[in-house]
Structure formats: structure tokens, C-alpha cells
């Protein structure tokens, strides 16, 4: 019993000194908000999950810089189990959220969680699965919408509504959307407030209506549409 209080009180002591040391390394002169900068540039934004832990991890001085800032844990891990991605939802509160994912990520089936998210990236095999999923969502708070349809393969042309109203109930902040591949309809009113624009597949002509019972659009409709429209890529 003796030796184990020892080992205990050694082992506190030894904790100290170590953080006494540390304390005298010229990285905990620096400012909290500077080293917060260092780590959201270090972690891509927040997008690199692992290096968010791992600082947080290094030592106190880091951990207490980088578990208070927000914006730190934004970038939720959908890749990652459960348990990581309640940690990041925890301590990103109360920040906006950034969600990539392959298929309609399962977050958004919760209110809460829609509401904070202001940047969603989206990724399709095929149209199928973009028009598989029936649920309408309601992101009031979404600026930046990045959506890509890849075929099985290369040249499949990919037809989906993903611009049709039936998916999202009500898109008032959006401003930023890319469209990577794919065929879209230009065919809703829910992105009149678009400020900037991406499309990025083989030409103009496939941002005409995919259904051959409306009528064809073409890119005078994209600007009658979003009036605030101003950059076009």
C-alpha cells in the first residue's frame, strides 16, 4: 500500500514539473486566438478531423485552445462512429456545421442539426440515389450547397430533379451552389437568392430541362431566376 501512494504521489509530482517546463516554451506566450488560427489552418478548415484531435490532445495549454473554439469542430465526421461525431456536435456549439457525405447524411433527419448547417456537400453514384430518399429538408440556415451525380461510368449522363422543390423545403440564406456532372432542371424558386453560381460539367446546354415534358431552359433562365446572381462559373 505504501508503494502504491508513492507511485501516486510521484507521479502527480512528476505531472507538475513537466507542466511547469512547458509553461516556460515560447508557444504559451502566444495568444489564444493566434494559436486557434494556427489549428484551423493546420486542420483545413476544420475538414481534417484527426489533426483537430490530435491538438486537442498534445497537451492543456493546446487542449484549452482548441476544445473553446467552435468553429474548430464545425466540419462533422460523418465517416467516423458515433461517439466522434456527438463530440464534434458538442463542441461546435453553438457554430454553424459543415456536412460532406456520400448519400443524404442521416443528421439531417434531426431538426436541431439542420438548422445549424451552413455548407452541405453532397455525393451521388447515381441519380437513384439522390431520388431514393423522399425526405423533404428544411435548412434555413444552408449559404453554400456543392452537389456531384457520378455515373458508373465515364460519360453516363446523369438525369436527376436535385433542383426540384420536393427536396427542400425552404433554402432562404443560399447563395453559393456548384453542380459537378450530372443534368439539372432549373426549375425552382427556392434559389432566386443565389449570389454565385459553379457548373461544372461538359456544357450549358445540360442545364435544359431533363424531362421532355417541359419546356427547355437555357442559361437566360438561370438569370431570370436568381436576380442577385453575380459570378458565374
Known amino acids: 500500500a ?22 516556460h516554451v515560447w508557444v504559451y506566450e502566444l495568444p489564444l486566438e493566434l494559436l486557434q488560427t494556427v489549428f484551423l489552418m493546420a486542420g483545413e478548415g476544420g475538414a481534417d478531423y484527426m489533426t483537430m484531435l ?7 495549454h493546446w487542449r484549452s485552445a482548441a476544445v473553446y473554439d467552435p468553429l474548430l469542430w464545425g466540419h462533422i465526421p460523418l465517416s467516423c462512429n458515433a461517439n466522434i461525431r456527438a463530440l464534434f456536435l458538442e463542441r461546435s456549439q453553438p457554430a454553424t456545421l459543415t456536412l460532406s457525405s456520400r448519400g443524404w447524411p442521416g443528421l439531417l433527419r434531426d431538426d436541431g442539426i439542420c438548422s445549424r448547417v451552413s455548407s452541405l456537400n453532397l455525393q451521388f453514384q447515381l441519380s437513384s440515389d439522390f431520388l431514393g430518399d423522399r425526405t423533404s429538408y428544411n435548412l434555413p440556415n444552408l449559404t453554400d450547397l456543392d452537389i456531384e451525380l457520378r455515373g458508373l ?30 443534368r439539372f432542371p432549373w426549375n425552382s424558386w427556392i434559389y432566386s437568392n443565389l449570389t454565385h453560381l459553379s ?21 437566360l433562365d438561370i438569370f431570370r431566376a436568381s ?7
Open 2 to 23: 505504501m508503494i502504491e501512494r508513492l507511485s501516486r504521489v510521484l507521479a502527480i509530482a512528476s505531472r507538475r514539473v513537466r507542466k511547469a517546463r512547458n509553461s
Open 54 to 60: 490530435s491538438v486537442s490532445w498534445t497537451c492543456s
Open 153 to 182: 461510368y465515364p460519360g453516363q449522363e446523369m438525369t436527376c430533379g436535385i433542383l426540384s422543390t420536393s427536396k427542400f423545403d425552404s433554402l432562404p440564406n443560399l447563395r453559393g451552389l456548384t453542380l459537378n456532372y450530372g
Open 199 to 219: 457548373v461544372r460539367f461538359g456544357s450549358v446546354y445540360l442545364l435544359r430541362s431533363y424531362n421532355e415534358h417541359e419546356e427547355d431552359e437555357d442559361i
Open 227 to 233: 436576380p442577385n446572381l453575380r459570378s458565374l462559373d
